[in-house]
């Protein structure tokens, strides 16, 4: 687990996504979810996959806390952390799906066939 104050560093990045907490308890959630880490880079790393390769939307709480205790706990590994790339993330775990007009995103095959 990180402290919260290399939790809160990340979360703030994360500020400029729909769906950010408006309230200061949804915020305090966020920033326990993200202490579930086991280091700092992998932090940084979940945080850069959602910038760069979600949706566009805040992560809820429960699916950062899921995302990282399965990561630290060495159930799931990105692709390009085991030298290869999925052709449908891109190594992330993460697709991106449109539903109405909406954005979500929806973990990949690759994750899925680990954590299941």
């Known amino acids: 687990m990180i402290s919260k104050d290399i939790s809160k560093h990340q979360v703030v990045r994360m500020a400029q996504l729909?769906?950010?907490p408006s309230t200061r308890e949804s915020l305090?959630?966020?920033v326990m979810a993200v202490c579930c880490a086991k280091d700092e880079p992998a932090a940084g790393s979940y945080?850069?996959?959602?910038?760069?390769?979600?949706?566009g939307s805040c992560p809820k709480?429960?699916?950062?806390?899921?995302?990282?205790?399965?990561?630290a706990e060495g159930?799931?590994?990105a692709p390009y952390k085991r030298g290869g790339r999925c052709s449908s993330c891109d190594g992330s775990g993460w697709v991106s799906r449109e539903v109405n007009g909406y954005a979500y995103a929806?973990?990949?095959r690759c994750?899925?066939?680990v954590t299941a």
Not at 47 to 52: A, K, S
């Open 111 to 113: 994750r899925q066939a």
């Open 106 to 108: 929806s973990q990949c």
């Open 28 to 30: 305090e959630e966020l």
């Open 18 to 20: 729909d769906r950010y």
């Open 75 to 77: 159930e799931w590994e």
């Open 47 to 55: 945080v850069d996959g959602v910038m760069h390769h979600g949706t």
């Open 61 to 71: 709480p429960c699916d950062v806390r899921r995302t990282l205790l399965a990561e």
